[in-house]
């Protein structure tokens, strides 16, 4: 038997390749099916199956573009149903690969058809369990994200995750192993470990959700403090619903792009988005580009941002990341890209076009000059709960289509986020808008403190 974990760091997702005697299965594949192809082929072994855990929100699955690449099966818990053929599996049924066995067990409350896959290894013992988001390390799938459906309030779903924590995943064995969906960073849970993987009986006794805790108290800790879920959550659950473009058509209609296509591409709509590292696209961008760093939370920050997937985008990255820009981008469902500037950034400039920059200044500017203007803190409302600059005004990026005419066009503003990267996005949908009186304060929150900005913490007033 042979197990492993394919950790996402950008999406904080965990897939998982499973192998027994010849035969593999897949748990909640990313988009991309080229590295489950490849690690089934170079360890000699066929995909039988494709084991969603519920139709994902943060992410689009490879699970149909893998089953017609293999002739493997998808299968999924109770109630769910989709345009493409799967195995709608019951309550406790069981898959048999090489010489282990799988077991599904129905967890609704996350969303109606979650459900977690048991593993026996050859000896018949159950050695690990694959939770996606019924139960992570630390914390429990967020009850609002099912696809509405007009009978099931979050209320509803959380108390429903309750019972199903209690009756499906609390009477196994300690000493299984929990592979959980998530890690840390993921929009799907409040408090999730950096952990990856745990004992459950370890979480027995650590996670709030499988200690003694009332099921009000339960329900009133989960639909309390969740933030909206980013906007493009329901439409990539759709999509893994209905199914998809394949990846392999979407890598195809990505092509090197000249300066003079990419003005034509922007006149008809497009819009352009920067990759590159927000130090490269302070010192010089195409005007009215939007920023998202492939070094940073890339996917999520586009797919929480852009909020039209048919939006045409073209884009600006190094050279040799053209392709790794294209599939994170799929991954969070934007099929539409149109391509990329060939010769990068230096291409445009070369072609007699303008570049703009970014206004920037360091924490020690901000604490010694004091330059005019007022701060704006675009983390969390959470995060400025915690500590924030004194005097600094709340208007969090998540919340920036809804939230940024409350900033006046004709006044100064200095903006930070935690480290820097949220607020170059920030700065850069703003100018896009015809912000022009902004200023980023490199290096984000983090440096302004130890630069000795004068911050205040309410919850020690």
């Given at each position: 038997?042979?197990?492993?974990?394919?950790?996402?760091?950008?999406?904080a997702?965990?897939?998982?390749?499973?192998?027994?005697?010849?035969?593999?299965?897949?748990?909640?594949?990313?988009?991309?099916?080229?590295?489950?192809?490849?690690?089934?082929?170079?360890?000699?072994?066929?995909?039988?199956?494709?084991?969603?855990?519920?139709?994902?929100?943060?992410?689009?699955?490879?699970?149909?573009?893998?089953?017609?690449?293999t002739?493997?099966?998808?299968?999924?818990?109770?109630?769910?149903?989709?345009?493409?053929?799967?195995?709608?599996?019951?309550?406790?049924?069981?898959?048999?690969?090489?010489?282990?066995?799988?077991?599904?067990?129905?967890?609704?409350?996350?969303?109606?058809?979650?459900?977690?896959?048991?593993?026996?290894?050859?000896?018949?013992?159950?050695?690990?369990?694959?939770?996606?988001?019924?139960?992570?390390?630390?914390?429990?799938?967020?009850?609002?994200?099912?696809q509405?459906?007009?009978?099931?309030?979050?209320?509803?779903?959380?108390?429903?995750?309750?019972?199903?924590?209690?009756?499906?995943?609390?009477?196994?064995?300690?000493?299984?192993?929990?592979?959980?969906?998530?890690?840390?960073?993921?929009?799907?849970?409040?408090?999730?470990?950096d952990?990856?993987?745990?004992?459950?009986?370890?979480?027995?006794?650590?996670?709030?959700?499988?200690?003694?805790?009332?099921?009000?108290?339960?329900?009133?800790e989960?639909?309390?403090?969740?933030?909206p879920?980013?906007?493009?959550?329901?439409?990539?659950?759709?999509?893994?619903?209905?199914?998809?473009?394949?990846?392999?058509?979407?890598?195809?209609?990505?092509t090197?792009?000249?300066?003079?296509m990419?003005?034509?591409?922007?006149?008809?709509?497009?819009?352009?988005?920067?990759?590159?590292?927000?130090?490269?696209?302070?010192a010089?961008?195409?005007?009215?580009?939007?920023?998202?760093?492939?070094?940073?939370?890339?996917?999520?920050?586009?797919?929480?941002?852009?909020?039209?997937?048919h939006?045409?985008?073209?884009?600006?990255?190094?050279?040799?990341?053209?392709?790794?820009a294209?599939?994170?981008?799929?991954?969070?469902?934007?099929?539409?890209?149109?391509?990329?500037?060939?010769?990068?950034?230096?291409?445009?400039?070369?072609?007699?076009?303008?570049?703009?920059?970014?206004?920037?200044?360091?924490?020690?500017?901000?604490?010694?000059?004091?330059?005019?203007?007022?701060?704006?803190?675009?983390?969390?409302?959470?995060?400025?709960d915690?500590?924030?600059?004194?005097?600094?005004?709340?208007?969090?990026?998540?919340?920036?289509?809804?939230?940024?005419?409350?900033?006046?066009?004709?006044?100064?503003?200095?903006?930070?986020?935690?480290?820097?990267?949220?607020?170059?996005?920030?700065?850069s949908?703003?100018?896009?808008?015809?912000?022009?009186?902004?200023?980023?304060?490199?290096?984000?929150?983090?440096?302004?403190?130890?630069?000795?900005?004068?911050?205040?913490?309410?919850?020690?007033?």
């Amino acid at each position: 038997m042979y197990i492993e974990q394919l950790y996402t760091g950008c999406l904080a997702e965990a897939a998982y390749y499973i192998e027994s005697d010849g035969e593999a299965a897949i748990i909640d594949p990313l988009r991309e099916t080229e590295p489950y192809l490849k690690m089934a082929e170079e360890r000699g072994a066929q995909i039988k199956y494709v084991f969603e855990t519920h139709f994902h929100a943060d992410f689009v699955s490879g699970h149909v573009d893998l089953a017609k690449k293999t002739g493997a099966k998808i299968v999924y818990g109770p109630t769910a149903k989709t345009s493409y053929d799967i195995i709608e599996a019951n309550d406790g049924e069981i898959f048999e690969l090489g010489k282990i066995k799988i077991k599904l067990l129905h967890t609704p409350g996350h969303t109606p058809e979650s459900s977690c896959y048991l593993l026996h290894d050859e000896d018949g013992k159950a050695h690990s369990i694959y939770t996606g988001d019924t139960l992570f390390i630390g914390d429990v799938g967020r009850p609002d994200l099912a696809q509405k459906n007009g009978t099931m309030t979050p209320e509803d779903m959380a108390g429903t995750l309750y019972d199903s924590l209690r009756e499906k995943i609390m009477p196994l064995p300690d000493h299984i192993v929990l592979y959980p969906g998530h890690g840390a960073g993921s929009a799907c849970g409040k408090n999730m470990s950096d952990e990856t993987t745990a004992l459950l009986g370890d979480q027995k006794q650590t996670n709030y959700a499988l200690g003694d805790i009332s099921k009000e108290d339960f329900i009133k800790e989960l639909t309390t403090g969740i933030l909206p879920p980013p906007q493009y959550f329901p439409k990539a659950a759709m999509q893994n619903k209905q199914g998809y473009k394949s990846i392999d058509d979407i890598y195809s209609s990505s092509t090197e792009m000249s300066v003079e296509m990419v003005q034509k591409a922007i006149a008809d709509g497009a819009l352009v988005v920067d990759t590159r590292h927000e130090h490269d696209f302070e010192a010089g961008h195409v005007p009215g580009s939007w920023f998202f760093g492939l070094d940073g939370n890339f996917a999520p920050w586009a797919g929480a941002l852009i909020t039209d997937l048919h939006q045409p985008l073209v884009l600006i990255t190094e050279a040799g990341r053209e392709d790794e820009a294209t599939m994170r981008l799929a991954r969070v469902g934007f099929d539409n890209v149109l391509g990329y500037l060939g010769g990068g950034i230096e291409s445009w400039e070369n072609a007699g076009n303008d570049l703009r920059t970014v206004k920037s200044i360091t924490p020690d500017q901000f604490v010694n000059a004091k330059p005019e203007g007022q701060t704006v803190d675009v983390r969390l409302p959470s995060e400025y709960d915690t500590c924030h600059v004194n005097g600094a005004e709340l208007v969090p990026l998540d919340f920036i289509h809804s939230e940024y005419l409350k900033l006046d066009m004709n006044r100064d503003y200095l903006l930070h986020c935690k480290g820097g990267y949220r607020s170059v996005i920030f700065w850069s949908i703003m100018a896009s808008k015809g912000y022009s009186h902004l200023t980023n304060i490199r290096g984000g929150f983090d440096a302004l403190k130890e630069a000795g900005a004068d911050v205040v913490m309410p919850e020690l007033a």
